[in-house]
């Protein structure tokens, strides 16, 4: 009497029926593949998984072994609908094979450890098969790294190339004389599952539609595919050094910085620079120094003593992670990296908790990492969660910025009734103050505090209000200046000077109380501005001025000198369209820019 065999689906992506019919060990046998394994693995493949695609190659195989006689293959069952494939999770799928091997009366063959218990509760004659761990050998990857190598780039159609050097200073190398093809860079591919398989320091992160996250030991790779990319491609990176703080600028003062309490330190720098790198010595240090340090990653990638629990998203979310660090209660979370607003908003709520956060985020300036916070912290909370910032660049610190909270008026600003909550970030080493962070009008602000020439950064923040407010009452152009901390020169037309004032000055004073700032009201027409007329012709660009011929007049746009000409005896001043200063002026007038020529003064 003929045996049945009924497969599920771990043991037909493992490859195990094929290799044990190859072996003899299923000679006379059966094998029945359920359609629900068939489904299963078909929506897989659909979905860009190599698991998929794995399975549907050995049934493949299972084929061929057929018609050499090899083994009896039939398939039976009825095929499961889309529902019952979105809730395969929930062992929808798993019951269906079941169903088969108890209809049949055959044996059942799987490496689910669930599967085969349920399967042994429910009476069926089912054999456990455990993945054979082989020996780990070196896989076609390895080959390209260097002790040099941070990178490989692999791609079909393309050239390998690899980014080597050392931290701060890589570049990008061709590392073979021709291209890869589809196939080669497959077969690199398959090496790596197989791998991850048999090493216990190899795990797949993460497997979406097109894209699979890989940690094989300290190497992180990516392999992308159809439809996320345009073809097969594989990018592999590691580590080139481990460092401990001690080789770092201001290692004393941050030790004792993150030792006297609980901070919130933000690692900041452009990618490439050495950020992880840094804080995984900043981990190391804090473990050597008896606090339970953590980490929260995805994927798990920083390197850091075994001792240091690395933990990824559960179940996909950061959320669900950050709710089991609370209850372990650890003194510092080293989170890698923070970069969108649920990354933010956990780091902010850990901190909050008591917790020391570091966190590892992408920025190109210091000021940078704490402008990420901005609308999604609140404003006034942002020294409560994060009061430290290392900038690193070239694998070194650069700079460390001091976060503090106050209430002081914003520096360029008078008036005493103006003082309000103002953030203000100090340079660590020096003290001295770089930049205020605080809310004027409906907007936040990040001003530089500098004693740089030319106007002040917060008289650029007044003339844009005032320039806001004006334009309510406005139509025609008109032109703000300021001319000192509380003082400033609104130029309107002659006709809209009445709107600006209001009746009784009540305009001006609303506005002169809102900003704490003296508004002096002028005509353009006091101020001997004029509006040229604009002229194109074939080949020329003519500006009407009306009068003055044979005089000299200054040319603006967008309050901008552009030009000094001299007003020729019909009125105009003509100049070549095909001239950098004509096609300025078209291009700025077309953006908005008003132009206007005032008499030159000597």
């Known amino acids: 009497m003929v045996q049945f065999l009924v497969p599920d689906t771990s043991v037909v992506i493992d490859g195990r029926i094929s290799a044990r019919v190859k072996s003899g060990a299923l000679a006379g046998r059966r094998i029945v593949v359920p359609e629900a394994v068939v489904a299963e693995l078909e929506a897989q493949a659909n979905h860009g998984r190599d698991t998929g695609i794995k ?59 669930i599967q085969f218990r349920v399967a042994q509760a429910m009476g069926i004659e089912v054999e456990y098969v455990r993945p054979q761990r082989d020996e780990i050998k070196p896989i076609s990857l390895e080959r390209y790294f260097t002790e040099d190598t941070l990178s490989v780039h692999l791609k079909e159609g393309a050239f390998p190339m690899a980014k080597r050097g050392k931290i701060g200073s890589f570049g990008l190398v061709k590392i073979a004389e021709k291209p890869q093809s589809e196939r080669e860079i497959r077969e690199i591919a398959r090496e790596i599952y197989e791998r991850v398989k048999v090493d216990p320091n190899g795990r797949i992160e993460m497997e979406k539609n097109g894209a699979t996250i890989i940690q094989l030991g300290p190497m992180r ?46 690692i900041a720098g452009p990618p490439g620079s050495g950020k992880s790198t840094f804080a995984a010595g900043v981990a190391d240090y804090l473990y050597k120094n008896n606090y339970v340090v953590k980490t929260l990653e995805s994927p798990r990638d920083l390197q850091v003593p075994p001792e240091i629990t690395q933990y990824g998203p559960l179940e996909g979310s950061m959320e669900q992670s950050a709710e089991i660090l609370l209850l372990v209660r650890p003194d510092y979370t080293i989170y890698d990296e923070v970069r969108k607003t649920k990354d933010f908003t956990v780091f902010a709520d850990m901190r909050l908790a008591g917790v020391g956060m ?6 190109n300036k210091p000021i940078d990492a704490l402008q990420r916070l901005l609308g999604r912290v609140e404003l006034g909370m942002i020294p409560q969660v994060v009061d430290t910032v290392v900038f690193i660049e070239r694998g070194e610190v650069t700079k460390v910025l001091d976060v503090e909270f106050t209430v002081k008026v914003p520096s360029g600003m008078i008036e005493a009734d103006l003082a309000r909550p103002v953030i203000v970030v100090k340079d660590f080493e020096t003290g001295a103050a770089e930049y205020e962070m605080y809310t004027y009008g409906e907007q936040i602000v990040v001003m530089p505090v500098t004693k740089a020439e030319g106007k002040k950064p917060v008289w650029r923040l007044a003339t844009r209000e005032i320039e806001k407010e004006i334009s309510h009452h406005v139509k025609g152009p008109f032109e703000v200046e300021m001319i000192a901390d509380d003082s400033l020169v609104v130029r309107v037309p002659q006709d809209e000077a009445a709107k600006v004032i209001g009746k009784a000055g009540r305009n001006i004073d609303q506005l002169e109380k809102a900003l704490g700032m003296h508004i002096d009201v002028r005509t353009r027409e006091e101020e001997g501005a004029i509006t040229p007329r604009i002229e194109e012709t074939a080949r020329h660009l003519v500006l009407w001025i009306g009068d003055g011929a044979g005089e000299s007049v200054d040319v603006y746009i967008g309050g901008d000198q552009v030009l000094t000409a001299t007003v020729g005896r019909r009125g105009d001043i003509r100049m070549a369209k095909s001239s950098d200063t004509a096609k300025q002026i078209i291009r700025r007038i077309k953006k908005g820019d008003r132009l206007e020529a005032r008499r030159t003064e000597y």
């Open 221 to 266: 790779i990516a392999i992308a595919r159809p439809p996320f990319a345009d073809g097969l491609e594989i990018t592999a990176v590691r580590p080139v050094a481990k460092v401990s703080l001690d080789s770092y600028k201001h290692n004393a003062e941050l030790k004792e910085r993150i030792k006297e309490g609980q901070r919130g330190v933000l």
């Open 358 to 363: 570091i966190g590892v985020v992408h920025a």
């Open 55 to 113: 399975g549907l190659e050995e049934l493949r195989r299972l084929s061929e072994q057929a018609k050499a006689g090899k083994i009896e293959l039939e398939y039976v069952g009825t095929r499961p609908d889309l529902d019952q494939i979105k809730l395969a999770g929930g062992g929808e799928i798993d019951a269906m094979i079941r169903d088969v091997a108890l209809d049949l009366g055959a044996s059942f063959l799987t490496s689910d450890m």
